[in-house]
Structure formats: structure tokens, C-alpha cells
């Protein structure tokens, strides 16, 4: 089931990424999974806050909040691929971090030097949000703005384990988000 807020994936053949391939029964059990493709544009730049790693993942840090957005190439338009301070489990039903409003910004380089990518997103839910939440009669439960949602949109959008990989014009793929949420 794919997140609300993102809305340019499609599917995805798992032979079109080797680590998909190399953890296909994985792969199948996710809940969604695609790539990024927004009209003819299938090649992005990645913007990101947080700390880039040496192994190229992307975390968050005390001040940082991690964030990753995709910009099509020859657009303006950023589009949001995950935001920890409004995505998933913890920020829809756990609790709001704090962090400071001013951060870097910081494009993505590979470790071949290359700034455009291929984009793939994947995201799970295993939760039991009727045994782990009060459930009113509607069905729904309350997350943490005070609205009540139903069981089917939390399992889209309260997802508690998200991946993200890129994957260069010369065949590199680097996970830059690969994290429990929950």
C-alpha cells in the first residue's frame, strides 16, 4: 500500500535492482515498494538534512531532523520522499521530536561522484494497531494531531520500517535510508 505522500512511484521490477534480487522474499513481503518516475523524468537529484555516512546512508543527528527529497532534472520542484518529523509510526503516533528550524541542505554525491540517480522507496508496516491502540467504534484510532484514521490509512501512511536506494546512470546502487521507524 503505497503512503499518501508519495505520489510519483510505480511499480517496480525487483530485477531492475541487484539488492532486490539478491533479497527477493524479502522484497515480496514488503508492503510497498517503487520507483520514482514523475512524467518522462526518471533521473533525480537528491537533497537531503542529516549526516551522510561513509557507507552513503543518511541519518539524523540531536538538532537534524532526516530528511530526503528527489528534485526531477531541469525542474525547481522538490518532491518529499520522507520527513522523520511527519512520516511514519513514531512521528504519526508515538511523538513529536524536536529539532532546531535551521539546517543544511545538502545534494547527494555518490562514491562515483555521480549527483543523479534512479530512485526506489520501499516501506512496511507490521504493526497490530488494533491490539497496540484503542479503537473507537468507527474503526478508527487517534494519532497524534487528534484526528482519528482508519486502520487502512495507518497501515499506509504509519509505516514503521522505510528504505530508500539510488541507483547511478553507471549501475552503483547506494542505500541511503534503510531504518526502523518503530
Not at 515498494?33 to 514523475?38: D, M, N
Not at 531541469?74 to 535551521?102: C, M, P, V, W
Not at 539546517?103 to 516501506?123: E, K, L
Not at 512496511?124 to 478508527?140: H, M, P, Q, R, Y
Amino acid at each position: 500500500m503505497k503512503p499518501d505522500h508519495i505520489k510519483d512511484f510505480s511499480e517496480v521490477n525487483p530485477k531492475e535492482v541487484d539488492y532486490f534480487t539478491e533479497n527477493l522474499n524479502w522484497f515480496t513481503e514488503l508492503s510497498f515498494k517503487g520507483r520514482l518516475i514523475t512524467g518522462e523524468n526518471d533521473f533525480f537529484y537528491i537533497f537531503y538534512s542529516g549526516i551522510k555516512y561513509e557507507d552513503g546512508l543518511i541519518a539524523t543527528n540531536d538538532e537534524t531532523p532526516l530528511t530526503i527529497w528527489a528534485q526531477p532534472i531541469n525542474q525547481d520542484e522538490k518532491i518529499l520522499l520522507f520527513d522523520e518529523r511527519i512520516h511514519g509510526y513514531n512521528a504519526t503516533l508515538i511523538e513529536k521530536k524536536k529539532f532546531s528550524d535551521n539546517f543544511d541542505i545538502h545534494q547527494y554525491i555518490d562514491d562515483d561522484g555521480q549527483n543523479s540517480f534512479h530512485v526506489y522507496c520501499w516501506t512496511n508496516s507490521s504493526i497490530d494497531f488494533e491490539d497496540e491502540f484503542e479503537v473507537n467504534l468507527n474503526g478508527e484510532i487517534q494519532i497524534l494531531d487528534g484526528s482519528y484514521k482508519s486502520i487502512d490509512y495507518l497501515i499506509k501512511n504509519a509505516f514503521d520500517y522505510i528504505g530508500i536506494l539510488l541507483k547511478n546512470s553507471k549501475g552503483l546502487e547506494t542505500r541511503i535510508v534503510d531504518m526502523e521507524l518503530a
